[in-house]
């Protein structure tokens, strides 16, 4: 009892060990399109993430609905079934083409108070927009099973985890002069954690057989803020310099559960494990630098985004209970506190992007960029050892078209990427089951609609639709009150 | 001009700013305003703006900003040509931004003391309250009381060893005004130090406390608005906070290893938002 105790404590201490690619997220339509290069020239949802000193650029009072995309992505792991292959059977590899939509940012902008003696524009600008600043899927289930005369062994994978970033931004942006802009953000992110995994691997004959399996489900969430201060200057009619600094965030609240369970050689043993606590996904702090170009009909934008290293990217602080039975039903329990930590990698990531104008009122858009992934390599990891299953790196591609109008603008295009990385999978066939380290690769292809819609615009419409109406009305009620006077 | 394009272009006018804005005399074009037909026709083109200016705009640095400049006097509009010509029809005059505050703090705009509350400070470490003192060069000083930030305690919410007790900073800084319509308002940048002290106290059983003590050179900007006597503040401030000293104390000093994470409050890069509610005296 002690043994298979002390090997579920083993199993399941915590230690310390990777869901941060922070370039990924569609925030803008004309951002997304430009390879997310809009730190210096943005003027769209984005800046109010990026660099709020661009959102005094956004024209008048309007509402923005980028970007709502259809989102087509095949993510493929090498070896997922039968992770140590221990089990030789056919086909290990998991794949699975996913199609999604995905509305990913709002945000109303509005003038501040009267203009300045410059511009008809206010020199004020505020924003508040909601967005899904970062988003992680990884899912599939795949059953095996293979007989050969009276011996048979299988495996069942199942595995669904997902990790969304939501964030509320409240931006304010001053034109200091004709050249220069200042802005700020406060921001509040939500980030929520679901992962559920099991996996059983058994093998025997028509008289004798046995399992091990291994299965986990927890659900976290985390309340944090951080601030974003950002400059924008025009050192002269063609070049734009941009820079934005955000502080790394703070925690406010969060929320953990998990439950893992792992039978051991059975029917040799159970172990149960609960974990209650705080758990916290912390932004890093950053630095944004951006280059724009500007001539009549082409811009061009050079982006560089630098992360600080943490030590806690993300953490998981709770109250451990283990519950251990053997084959004879007894039990033996232990808890105490403990915690699990992903530490934060820095990282650089590149962007550039061009926006050509083939007449004044219609233009294409591309970019590339690089989204390193925040998090370090994933390594095989007891299952109490283990917060995130994945990490990525990837390149982005997009390309696109604009349409401009004085009541907004349309954006349409496509944004492509690849990305490599590792994934962690349960492994029930080992010794001590764990979580193994294998390779994956991920493709994604997403159609990228979003709109600018000018307010004035809609009310002046609204005006013009309903000035005959009310017209009418006031003839009519005219018409009865001189009516009785006859 | 004829009366039809004349209202015409009143319309677009109209069409793309709302109200139109108009105050002072019409006065000599400033150099970047474009005066022949070439250069108008460039001028609005899209260079670099984020959408097409208007008739009546040019782009300028990646804005759209209005070729009749100083802009046309009350009861005039301005053309697509740059000329500013008579409304068909009266409109409520609307002031500039810098008339506007001139106008509401006439009272207050020699004053040169300002007492402020920065409510701000409850979404961050402490509400905060201050004087400062000065005409565009301004200098200030705050306290602030930790225990009424959601920060201040959030910061031990998930630590299993430590409570936040109580705590109290004070702050020394200056500020540079930019606007020239009156004391202590408008568009300013500073910075200054700031102290803070708070004691921790062990979850456990055991008596035990920590005294931190933390320094933070911080740097900020922001907006004044004045209404009267009355000024709305709101802008951002970045600190970098070094811990200065920890001091433990209790019962028994020895259990500090064990209650207490003894390496005390390490360095650490701050963002909060100032919401600074004031009076001029």
């Known amino acids: ?486 | 001009m004829t009366r039809r394009a004349r209202l015409r272009n009143a319309a677009l006018c109209l069409g793309l700013l709302g109200a139109p804005e108009v105050q002072g005399d019409p006065a000599p074009k400033s150099p970047q305003t474009p005066t022949t037909k070439q250069e108008l026709r460039a001028a609005q083109s899209y260079r670099g703006c984020p959408e097409v200016c208007a008739q009546n705009e040019a782009c300028v640095h990646h804005r759209c900003v209005d070729v009749c400049r100083p802009d046309c006097r009350e009861g005039t509009y301005c053309t697509p040509s740059g000329t500013c010509e008579q409304l068909a029809y009266s409109q409520e005059p609307v002031v500039t931004e810098a008339e506007q505050q001139s106008k509401s703090g006439e009272s207050s705009k020699d004053s040169r003391t300002l007492l402020f509350i920065d409510v701000g400070g409850a979404l961050g470490y402490g509400i905060r309250t201050g004087l400062e003192f000065g005409q565009a060069h301004a200098a200030l000083i705050r306290f602030q009381i930790m225990n009424t930030g959601v920060l201040s305690h959030a910061e031990y919410v998930e630590n299993e060893h430590e409570r936040f007790e109580w705590g109290f900073g004070f702050s020394a800084g200056y500020r540079k005004y930019m606007s020239t319509w009156g004391n202590l308002r408008g568009f300013y940048v500073g910075g200054g130090l700031d102290y803070s002290v708070s004691m921790i106290g062990s979850r456990g059983d055991a008596d035990i406390y920590q005294v931190r003590h933390s320094a933070a050179p911080y740097g900020e900007f922001g907006y004044r608005w004045v209404f009267g006597s009355f000024a709305l503040a709101f802008g951002p401030t970045l600190a970098l906070r070094y811990p200065i000293f920890v001091g433990s104390f209790g019962s028994d000093e020895d259990l500090c290893e064990k209650q207490f994470d003894c390496r005390g409050a390490s360095r650490r890069f701050e963002g909060t938002v100032n919401l600074e509610v004031g009076w001029f005296q």
């Not at chain 1, 992680?136 to 062994?153: C, I």
């Not at chain 1, 990282?347 to 104008?357: C, D, K, P, Q, W």
């Open chain 1, 1 to 486: 009892m002690r043994r298979l105790t002390a090997l579920l404590v083993l199993l399941l201490a915590p230690k310390v060990h990777a869901q941060s690619n922070f370039e990924s997220a569609l925030l803008g339509g004309r951002s997304t399109l430009m390879g997310g290069a809009a730190v210096a020239t943005g003027s769209d949802e984005a800046t109010a993430f990026i660099n709020p000193a661009g959102i005094t650029r956004v024209p008048g009072t309007s509402f923005s609905f980028s970007t709502v995309a259809i989102h087509l992505a095949s993510r493929h792991i090498n070896n997922a079934v039968d992770p140590s292959q221990n089990l030789k059977v056919e086909h290990p590899d998991a794949g699975k083409l996913t199609l999604r939509f995905i509305p990913n940012t709002f945000c109303l902008f509005l003038n501040g108070p009267p203009k300045d003696d410059f511009s008809h524009r206010s020199r004020h600008k505020y924003s508040l927009c909601a967005a899904s600043t970062e988003r992680e899927r990884l899912s599939f289930s795949q059953n095996r099973f293979d007989a050969e005369a009276e011996q048979f062994k299988g495996t069942s994978q199942s595995t669904s985890t997902e990790f969304v970033k939501s964030s509320v931004a409240l931006s304010w942006g001053i034109e200091l002069d004709r050249r220069t802009s200042l802005g700020m953000t406060f921001r509040v992110d939500n980030s929520r954690y679901q992962d559920h995994s099991g996996s059983v691997d058994f093998a025997g004959n028509t008289g004798y057989g046995m399992y091990q399996s291994l299965s986990l489900s927890r659900s976290a969430w985390s309340w944090d803020t951080s601030v974003t201060v950002g400059i924008t200057s025009n050192i002269s009619r063609v070049v734009t310099l941009g820079a934005a600094l955000t502080t790394p965030s703070q925690h406010l609240l969060g929320r953990y559960t998990s439950q893992t369970l792992v039978a051991l050689r059975t029917p040799q043993g159970y172990g149960v494990v609960q974990d209650d606590g705080d758990f916290r996904y912390n932004n890093p702090g950053s630095l944004r630098l951006g280059l724009g170009f500007s001539w009549p009909k082409l811009t061009i934008e050079v982006n560089g985004s630098f992360y600080g290293p943490q030590q806690q990217r993300a953490r998981a602080n709770f109250d451990r209970r283990l519950v251990a039975f053997d084959e004879n039903s007894t039990t033996a329990t232990e808890s105490g506190r403990a915690s699990v930590t992903e530490k934060g990698k820095p990282i650089t990531n590149l962007s550039v992007g061009a926006e050509y104008f083939i007449s004044p009122d219609f233009s294409v858009l591309g970019g590339a960029s690089t989204d390193f992934s925040g998090l370090y390599n994933r390594t095989n990891q007891a299952p109490g050892d283990m917060l995130f299953r994945q990490s990525r790196d990837a390149v982005l591609g997009s390309v696109g078209l604009t349409s401009y109008g004085r009541r907004g603008r349309l954006l349409l295009g496509l944004q492509g990427q690849y990305s490599w990385g590792k994934a962690l999978v349960a492994d029930p066939s080992l010794v001590q089951p764990e979580f193994v380290a294998l390779d994956q690769s991920y493709w994604s292809l997403a159609f990228v609609i979003s709109g600018q819609i000018n307010l004035l615009t809609v009310f002046e419409a609204a005006e013009k639709a309903v000035g005959p109406l009310a017209e009418q009305m006031s003839g009519s009620r005219g018409t009865d009150k001189e009516e009785p006077q006859k």
